[in-house]
């Protein structure tokens, strides 16, 4: 069963955030932000859930927590008014550059989000193109390694394992092609979209058609573990306790 509020960080810090490795990796976000003729700071802030300002200009997107520096600002009454804003499309309640949150939201922000939905929620006769393929499933590794930290830290299954996660850093990654940090810090979790210096723990799908394979369910982890197709190394009871949260983000993203 979903949890509102976790949902909510989960489109937050999973889904939303993946607009950073968009608009840097895929050419029709590049060329959307091309467009964007004055730098636009957007912030969404939840009652009861996340509060994040999403940065645009014509060099890409970037995510910051809080409303710092916001040039516009749209309020949402609670997580499932939030949600709503994701599955629906159904705005919130401008409260700072009114004029500029609904042009940008109903322009540009649509036009990203809509093609970061096409990626994320490919059809079969997309996936047949490679190149396609393989930044959907870059882009959907970005979203997990955001909904991991998202639900360790709000779902309130998830916090179980969390609370048995030791302080460290966890490498995750698709070899040769992406990784994220899983930084635990006192049971809270934190992703940040590049390699630790000093990994504790290290999980690693050696190729980007695993990887696909995995997210889909179409993999069997045990049977490409015994192959030797996933790597795994060092503290090993955090990989395991991360193991238990991916069940829960299939769940929120399946």
């Known amino acids: 069963m979903k949890e509102a509020k976790a949902m909510a960080f989960v489109n937050m810090y999973g889904v939303l955030a993946t607009l950073e490795n968009l608009c840097e990796m895929d050419d029709e976000a590049k060329a959307i932000c091309a467009g964007i003729k004055k730098p636009v700071s957007l912030c969404f802030d939840v009652s009861g859930g996340p509060c994040c300002t999403f940065h645009f200009s014509k060099k890409g997107c970037s995510m910051s927590e809080g409303s710092y520096g916001c040039t516009c600002k749209m309020n949402f009454a609670s997580p499932e008014k939030f949600n709503a804003l994701?599955?629906?499309?159904?705005?919130?309640?401008?409260?700072?550059?009114?004029?500029?949150?609904?042009?940008?939201?109903?322009?540009?922000?649509t036009k990203l989000t809509d093609r970061l939905t096409k990626l994320l929620m490919p059809s079969e006769e997309d996936l047949k193109?490679?190149?396609?393929?393989?930044?959907?499933?870059?882009?959907?590794f970005y979203t997990i390694a955001g909904a991991l930290s998202a639900l360790a830290n709000s779902d309130s299954i998830s916090q179980q394992s969390a609370l048995y996660t030791v302080d460290g850093d966890v490498q995750m990654g698709i070899k040769d092609t992406c990784y994220a940090t899983l930084r635990v810090r006192g049971h809270k979790f934190e992703t940040i979209k590049e390699?630790?210096?000093?990994?504790?723990?290290?999980?690693?799908?050696?190729?980007?058609?695993?990887?696909?394979?995995?997210?889909?369910?179409?993999?069997?982890?045990?049977a490409e573990l015994c192959a030797g197709n996933i790597y795994m190394a060092g503290m090993i009871s955090m990989v395991d306790n991360i193991n238990r949260i991916l069940d829960r983000v299939a769940v929120y993203l399946g």
């Open 86 to 109: 994701i599955d629906e499309s159904k705005p919130g309640i401008p409260v700072k550059g009114v004029a500029q949150v609904l042009s940008f939201l109903l322009g540009p922000f």
């Open 195 to 222: 390699k630790p210096d000093t990994p504790r723990a290290i999980m690693e799908f050696n190729s980007i058609d695993l990887a696909y394979g995995l997210f889909t369910g179409t993999a069997s982890t045990m």
């Open 129 to 140: 193109n490679r190149a396609f393929f393989e930044e959907s499933t870059v882009l959907t």
